[in-house]
């Protein structure tokens, strides 16, 4: 391979290997200076690991690493930092009980006298960048307090305080809405226009079209190609990414809702501040019936799910599983009134990253037969259902079953929340962003489960910042706004822009409220 001084990274022949495992086989990426440059992959691809070398928290067992057409040893971050990369990793790098603005300077603190940290300057700077990409953030806001969201802007915002030079982004559109998307890709082209480059890890093909100017592909830790964005379609990127045709657009046949499984009424909650953030909120999800909350991220979303979920007080109104009520009751009844749920942060809420990936896949029914008898686990049972709904739902590697399941990508790793949720066989299954981290494969199947659990006689509450998704994949939508639900429509009554004027505080007339 030639190396040459117009391209900002190449590495050349990159293979890892973990244990008998190999993560990458002799692949190569090479990126020119100023460009947007994506990396594209099923979950487990290898994709992230890649870029894991270049930042220096893993070491390759064989290849090169070349910036600006020179020989570099990437051993570690401090390296990597100093050579001008910066990283926004997937899952947050964040320390909960810091503020906003000290989680963006921690590292690169100004002081004044006697050492003492200038927050304020630093404030002022944070809001500089806030004001110049759009990013909008709280700077006093608490890490603990803020969306999920939110708090990907601030790891976009920490990277671009240090003023890199390349620039790392695994999934960072991963919680973001349309707009903000749309924000982040102007952010972008700016920060490239100022000569920085940019490697974007991506599972959005729409994306991918919108920013990059080059595409890697990697499928099963082998190098496929590489390829000039504007020269082929999503569906020829889909086809080379999984290597066999996938559908984009969800077949499902109209659905013929039964009995109400969840009611919802008046419901009113206040969030960890003491600020109302339901307001008079109102739903009905019935049997056979996918009902999608379209709403911008922060509008009572996560509020509603912990409600559901007894993870948050009400304050009012009622809830409701088959007729009977469940709020404010433990999160224990609520499962036992057979409600399962994909939480929107898998880390926190889903899973136990120390625990193994057998572990995870009963962590709702251990306590019950065939898993446990007499408080004794049986370990074979676990093992074999495990291994059935790891092999069904195509987590990789498959032979991970005892792996502790932080080691697992973040893909793999909703893809056993998903199989998990579903295989507890619940009345109401609530899905909050069930395809964040997904390849288009893997986005594909899980939206052909839901479907599937729908004509089972289910009732499913997808709650997801992706509007394609909620209009794909819906039969009812609940437009959120300010903790209520504003109105109920049909997907097939209504377009992308009359639902986002209403996520916005507009009404179905065109009119603001």
């Keep these: 391979?030639?190396?040459?001084?117009?391209?900002?990274?190449?590495?050349?022949?990159?293979?890892?290997?973990?244990?008998a495992y190999t993560a990458l086989d002799k692949v190569q990426l090479d990126v020119k200076k100023g460009s947007i440059h994506a990396v594209l992959g099923e979950n487990g691809a290898g994709k992230t690991t890649l870029m894991n070398?270049?930042?220096?928290?893993?070491q390759a067992n064989e290849g090169e690493i070349y910036m600006y057409g020179e020989k570099t040893d990437m051993k570690n971050p401090n390296v990597a930092i100093a050579h001008g990369i910066g990283m926004v990793h997937q899952h947050f790098m964040l320390v909960d009980n810091f503020t906003v603005a000290q989680n963006i300077i921690l590292g690169q603190e100004t002081t004044r006298k006697f050492g003492?940290?200038?927050?304020?300057?630093?404030?002022?700077?944070?809001?500089?960048?806030?004001?110049?990409?759009?990013?909008?953030?709280?700077?006093?806001?608490?890490?603990?307090?803020?969306?999920?969201?939110?708090?990907?802007?601030?790891?976009?915002?920490?990277?671009?305080?240090?003023?890199?030079?390349?620039?790392?982004?695994?999934?960072?559109?991963?919680?973001?809405?349309?707009?903000?998307?749309?924000d982040l890709i102007d952010i972008m082209h700016k920060l490239v226009d100022d000569g920085k480059t940019i490697i974007i890890i991506t599972h959005k093909l729409k994306e991918i079209k919108a920013s990059a100017d080059y595409c890697t592909i990697i499928r099963r830790g082998k190098y496929?190609?590489?390829?000039?964005?504007?020269?082929?379609?999503?569906?020829?990127?889909?086809?080379?990414?999984?290597?066999?045709?996938?559908?984009?657009?969800?077949?499902?046949?109209?659905?013929?809702?039964g009995d109400v499984v969840l009611e919802i009424d008046g419901l009113s909650?206040?969030?960890?501040?003491?600020?109302?953030?339901?307001?008079?909120?109102?739903?009905?999800?019935?049997?056979?019936?996918?009902?999608?909350?379209?709403?911008?991220d922060g509008n009572g979303q996560k509020e509603l799910v912990e409600a559901i979920t007894n993870l948050i007080r009400v304050e009012s109104g009622t809830i409701k599983i088959n007729g009977q009520r469940i709020e404010n009751r433990t999160t224990r009844e609520t499962m036992d009134a057979k409600v399962s749920t994909i939480h929107e942060d898998r880390q926190k809420r889903g899973l136990v990253l120390d625990f193994s990936v057998e572990e995870n896949t009963v962590l709702d029914t251990y306590m019950k037969a065939p898993f446990s008898k007499h408080?004794?686990?049986?370990?074979?049972?676990?093992?074999?259902?495990?291994?059935?709904?790891?092999?069904?739902?195509?987590?990789?590697?498959?032979?991970?079953?005892a792996l502790a399941i932080r080691g697992l990508s973040g893909g793999n790793q909703q893809k056993v929340i998903i199989g998990r949720e579903i295989a507890n066989n619940p009345d109401l299954l609530i899905a909050v962003q069930p395809t964040r981290g997904l390849?288009?494969?893997?986005?594909?199947?899980?939206?052909?489960?839901?479907?599937?659990?729908?004509?089972?006689?289910?009732a499913v509450l997808l709650i997801s910042l992706e509007l394609d998704e909620v209009m794909n994949v819906s039969d009812t939508i609940g437009i959120i706004y300010g903790g209520s639900i504003r109105c109920v429509v049909e997907p097939e009554e209504v377009d992308e822009k009359t639902i986002g004027l209403i996520m916005a505080g507009g009404t179905l007339d065109g009119k603001n409220s």
Aim: some cysteine.
């Design 269 to 296: 909650a206040k969030d960890s501040r003491g600020v109302y953030v339901l307001n008079n909120l109102s739903l009905k999800v019935r049997r056979g019936e996918i009902f999608g909350i379209a709403g911008i």
């Design 116 to 182: 003492v940290v200038d927050l304020e300057c630093a404030k002022k700077k944070v809001l500089e960048l806030v004001k110049k990409y759009g990013l909008e953030v709280d700077p006093d806001a608490y890490i603990s307090d803020i969306s999920v969201g939110m708090q990907q802007r601030v790891e976009i915002l920490k990277t671009l305080y240090r003023g890199v030079d390349v620039l790392i982004l695994d999934e960072p559109t991963a919680v973001l809405t349309p707009q903000e998307i749309h």
């Design 53 to 58: 070398i270049l930042y220096g928290l893993y």
């Design 375 to 401: 408080g004794i686990l049986n370990k074979n049972e676990i093992r074999t259902f495990a291994s059935g709904l790891l092999k069904e739902y195509d987590v990789r590697p498959d032979n991970c079953e």
């Design 1 to 19: 391979m030639e190396v040459r001084k117009d391209y900002a990274v190449q590495m050349h022949d990159i293979t890892i290997r973990f244990g």
């Design 439 to 458: 390849d288009v494969g893997a986005i594909e199947y899980v939206h052909k489960m839901l479907v599937k659990e729908r004509n089972k006689g289910k």
């Design 224 to 257: 496929i190609k590489t390829v000039d964005v504007k020269q082929v379609s999503q569906e020829e990127l889909a086809d080379m990414m999984v290597g066999h045709r996938v559908k984009l657009v969800v077949d499902k046949e109209k659905a013929n809702p």
